[in-house]
């Protein structure tokens, strides 16, 4: 990972961040932070999968600090036991920290928090040769964050924004007047290299989305047994993912040999906090 490309490519995310601190609006507090390094020590307090360095490092540069990533690196998407009373080491002046350590922390925390849950279905689909994918349940604003956790976590992403994949959900098919119709209008929009991915509500419109030539198709809220005979009547080259409302407890009936995929929402919009501090002192 070039650190350098990273920081540059979430710019205007810090600069959306630290605004909520509304710092320029108080130019005497700001002057007045001592500059004297403080030694800091990122505390890791659960057992977690650790994901977020780069944002926690870019926080502070962003602020002026020169935190070597290299110093960071190896601790990215590692897996921590809170018996282990891990921690990592730093320096920093204390106006930096000081400013920083919140915004920073709390990306560290939604990352490892998120990454974590993930791992969790991950873990256990993987077993049977199936990818958990996010959703665009993503918290506005938070969006590269919370896709990238995703990823650290050993899940998959779905879509980065709605012109990745024309989705055919069920408004669509009640606005167009059905499958066919709503197929069609996306068709229609010429996206040459962009795949249609159809949202199948029962054995019925799954059978006329292959008549279609549909390659992709999201089983949504299928049972596990409506799942099972829709992989009896699968063909070559479809892809088959099931969502609606799968969690921890429920996934292991749903990891049915045949399908590729499973959708999770939680996984970014429910992912239990981790516990994680910044601690310093004065050198």
Known sequence: MSQNLFEKS????????????????????????????????????????????????????????QLDWNIFKEYEGKQFSKSDLSQINFTLPFSLALTGERIALNLLQRSSSIATFTNKFATLAAKRGIKIL?????????????????????????RLGQSDVWMVKDNHKSFFGGVKQAVEYFRNMNGF??????????????????????????????????????????????????????????????????????????????????????KYQRD
């Open 10 to 65: 979430i710019l205007k995310d810090m600069e959306y961040f630290f605004s909520e601190d509304d710092l320029s609006r108080n130019h005497s507090y700001i002057s007045q932070l001592p500059d004297e390094l403080v030694s800091c020590s990122l505390k890791i307090k659960d057992d977690m999968i650790l994901s977020g360095l780069p944002y926690f490092v870019a926080a502070f540069n962003y602020l002026g600090a």
């Open 134 to 158: 996010d959703t665009r349940k993503t918290t506005p604003g938070l969006r590269g964050l919370e896709k990238y956790s995703v990823k650290q976590g050993g899940g998959f992403n779905h």
């Open 193 to 278: 290299y962009t795949p249609i991915e159809v949202e199948i509500h029962d054995i019925d419109e799954l059978k006329i989305a292959f008549d279609l030539g549909v390659n992709h198709l999201m089983l949504d809220n299928f049972t596990p047994e409506q799942i099972k005979e829709a992989i009896s009547l699968k063909k070559n080259g479809v892809t088959y993912e099931a969502s609606g409302g799968i969690n921890l407890s429920s996934l292991e009936s749903y990891l049915i040999e045949g399908l590729d995929a499973i959708s999770v929402g939680s996984i970014t919009y429910g992912a239990p906090s981790v516990d994680l501090s910044l």
